[in-house]
C-alpha cells in the first residue's frame, strides 16, 4: 500500500480528509486560475511600486508615478480658471449694462451670481431670495433702496447701516421710546398707516393723519408711499419689511428698527459683486 489515498470511483488523489464517508479529492487548481492569480500579484506590486500605496508613519510612499487625485484636481481647476479668464476680464471691464446687453456675459454673470449668491446671502434673504421677517424679498419689485442695476449694485458693495463709510444709512426715530410720541398717538398714527393700504379715502378721515404728516412725511412721503433715497419704505403696498398687522407697527413706531445688511466690497472680488448686482437684478423684480 502507498501512502497515497486514491479515490475508487474517480481514480484521482483524495486530501486524506474524510468526513462520513465523503472524501474530499485532490483536483489541482484549473491552469487558467492559477494563471490569473500570479498576474494580478504581479499587477499589484507593479502597482504598489508606481502609485501612492503604503501608510507610513507621517507620510506615505508615492509611487514612481508621482500621480496624486489632488495634483488632478488642481489642474484641472487651473484648466478651467484659465478659460474662464477671458470672461473674468471682460466682466471686469463691462459696465452692468453691457453686461446685461451681452449673451456671454449676461449667462457666466447669472450662473456666478447664483452661487455666489447661495454661499453669502441665502443665509439671510433665504434660497430663493424671497426674504423673511426683516430680510427683504429680492423677487418682488418692492425697493427699499432701489431696484435699478446701479442702485443694487451700490446696495450690495456698501452695505446698509454696516460699518462701511459709504454705506447706506438712514434711522427711523424711536417716536415711543423717545418720548416724539405719546402711546395713544402711536396708536393712532398706526391706524393711520395701516389704513393707507387699505380702501381709499379712509384713512384721511383719521386721526392719525395729522400725526403722519408731522412726524412721518420727511422720510415716508406725504402719500405714504415712501423713498428710496432714504431707505424708507412704502407702507401703501401691502408689502412689509416686518410683518404688518397693528401690534408689530405700534412696535416699530414706538422703537424704531435698523435693518443691517454687510457690505461685500472688501470681502468679495469686484467681478463677484458685478455678478451678484446682475442676479439680483433678474431675480424678477428688478427696475
Ligand atoms: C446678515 C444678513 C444679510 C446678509 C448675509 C445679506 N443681506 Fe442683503 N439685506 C439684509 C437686510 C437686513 C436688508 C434690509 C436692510 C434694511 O432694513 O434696509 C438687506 C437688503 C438687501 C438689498 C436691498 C433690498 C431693497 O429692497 O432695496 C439687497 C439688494 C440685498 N440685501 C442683497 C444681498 C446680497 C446680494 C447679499 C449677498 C452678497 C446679501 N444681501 C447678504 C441682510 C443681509
Ligand atoms: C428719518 C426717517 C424716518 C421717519 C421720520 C420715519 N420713518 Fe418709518 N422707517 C424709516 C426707515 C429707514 C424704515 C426701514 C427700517 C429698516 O429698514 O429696518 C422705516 C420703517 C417703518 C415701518 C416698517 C415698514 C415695513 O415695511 O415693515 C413703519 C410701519 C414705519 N416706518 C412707520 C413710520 C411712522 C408711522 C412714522 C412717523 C411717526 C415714521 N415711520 C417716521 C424711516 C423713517
Given at each position: ?22 472524501t ?6 484549473p491552469?487558467?486560475w ?13 502597482c ?7 501608510p ?7 509611487g514612481?508615478?508621482?500621480?496624486s487625485q ?10 478651467v ?13 463691462a ?25 453669502n ?7 430663493g ?7 427683504p ?6 425697493w427699499l ?13 456698501y ?11 438712514n ?17 393712532a ?9 387699505g380702501?381709499d ?8 393723519k395729522?400725526?403722519f ?36 407697527t ?31 437684478h ?6
Open positions: 500500500m502507498t501512502d497515497k489515498n486514491i479515490d475508487d470511483v474517480s481514480g484521482v488523489e483524495t486530501t486524506g480528509h474524510e468526513w462520513d464517508g465523503i474530499e479529492l485532490d483536483n489541482p487548481m491552469r487558467w492559477l494563471w490569473s492569480y500570479y498576474i494580478s500579484v504581479i499587477w499589484a506590486i507593479g504598489w511600486i508606481a502609485m501612492p500605496a503604503w507610513l508613519v507621517s507620510d506615505y510612499t508615492r514612481l508615478l508621482g500621480y489632488r495634483a488632478q484636481l488642481s489642474d484641472e481647476i487651473a484648466a480658471k484659465a478659460g474662464q479668464a477671458d470672461l473674468v476680464a471682460r466682466t471686469a471691464k459696465s452692468l449694462a453691457e453686461i446685461k446687453s451681452d449673451p456671454e456675459l449676461l449667462e457666466y454673470a447669472l450662473a456666478g451670481g447664483r452661487s455666489a449668491f447661495s454661499v446671502c441665502s443665509q439671510c434673504h433665504g434660497s431670495a424671497s426674504g423673511s421677517d426683516g430680510y424679498n429680492l423677487n418682488d419689485d418692492d433702496w432701489g431696484g435699478t442695476l446701479e442702485a443694487i449694485h451700490t446696495t450690495i458693495q452695505g446698509i447701516r454696516s460699518d462701511h463709510d459709504d454705506s447706506r444709512t434711522d427711523m426715530p424711536a417716536f415711543g421710546t423717545d418720548e416724539i410720541l405719546n402711546p395713544q398717538q402711536v396708536d398714527v398706526s391706524d393711520y398707516i395701516l389704513a393707507l393700504s380702501a379715502g379712509v384713512a384721511d378721515s383719521l386721526p392719525g395729522a400725526i404728516v408731522e412726524n412721518c412725511v420727511d422720510c415716508h412721503g406725504p402719500k405714504g408711499i415712501g423713498n428710496q433715497e432714504l431707505g424708507a419704505p412704502n407702507l401703501r403696498d401691502h408689502i412689509w419689511l416686518y410683518q404688518g398687522g397693528k401690534a408689530m405700534v412696535d416699530i413706531i414706538t422703537n424704531s428698527r435698523a435693518g443691517m445688511m454687510p457690505d461685500w466690497a472688501d470681502r468679495l472680488d469686484q467681478v463677484t459683486v458685478k455678478q451678484l448686482a446682475v442676479y439680483v433678474s431675480l424678477g423684480g428688478g427696475e
